[in-house]
């Protein structure tokens, strides 16, 4: 027989797997005050039976925040994206699409509160990820462009947006060709500082 602690584990597994699916299902029906409770117990349940720092327990923070952000709980949100950045960081290193990812949700969040030097920061921290391998997330990579280019907008630096449109022009033609070769992104993809799938 398998030990107890074993046993404990598995059941854990299945029981958070259970929860982030009825949580998902909420989300995905609109339901988001109460896919929010049903996410709090997957969380606290992947924390026991994986820890907080696995990709696992970084997917259902994200999600958690992104649920927040429908009911315009934007500060709860933040909470929940850092949780998500910080797990993300721990399992699976600061290189990883779904890391980039999280920089660009917590982004997006900082920007509409006001916290542009926040968001400058992730958003470049993501796009220097991305620029690494340009065909890895080409759709990513287009979002978070368009993002530091509406988040400069905003602050009336203008001068700072057309090497933006220019890296935007370029990404969209190389990920329009069937094999795009060697890509060098723009010297300024210097590091700063979503819904996400889950590994069941």
Not at 44 to 54: C, E, I, R, Y
Not at 137 to 163: C, D, F
């Amino acid at each position: 027989a398998a030990p107890a602690s074993k046993r404990v584990d598995k059941k854990l597994k299945a029981s958070a797997l259970k929860l982030f699916r009825e949580a998902h299902s909420l989300a995905e029906a609109g339901k988001y005050v109460e896919a929010v409770d049903v996410y709090k117990q997957a969380r606290k349940t992947t924390a026991k039976a994986l820890g907080k720092d696995s990709t696992d327990f970084a997917r259902i923070c994200s999600n958690l925040g992104s649920a927040f952000l429908h009911l315009q709980e934007t500060k709860k949100a933040v909470k929940a994206y850092k949780e998500s950045l910080e797990s993300f960081a721990q399992a699976e290193g600061t290189e990883s699409a779904e890391y980039a990812t999280c920089c660009g949700n917590l982004a997006r969040v900082h920007g509409e509160l006001g916290n542009f030097a926040e968001a400058e920061s992730l958003l470049k921290e993501a796009l220097s990820i991305y620029a690494k391998d340009a065909n890895r997330e080409p759709v990513q990579y287009l979002n978070n462009l368009r993002s530091l280019i509406t988040l400069y907008e905003k602050q009336g630096l203008t001068a700072l947006v057309p090497p933006l449109l220019e890296e935007e022009k370029r990404i969209q033609e190389l990920a329009s060709k069937p094999d795009p070769g060697d890509y060098k992104p723009l010297m300024w993809l210097k590091p700063g500082r979503g819904a996400l799938r889950y590994n069941g």
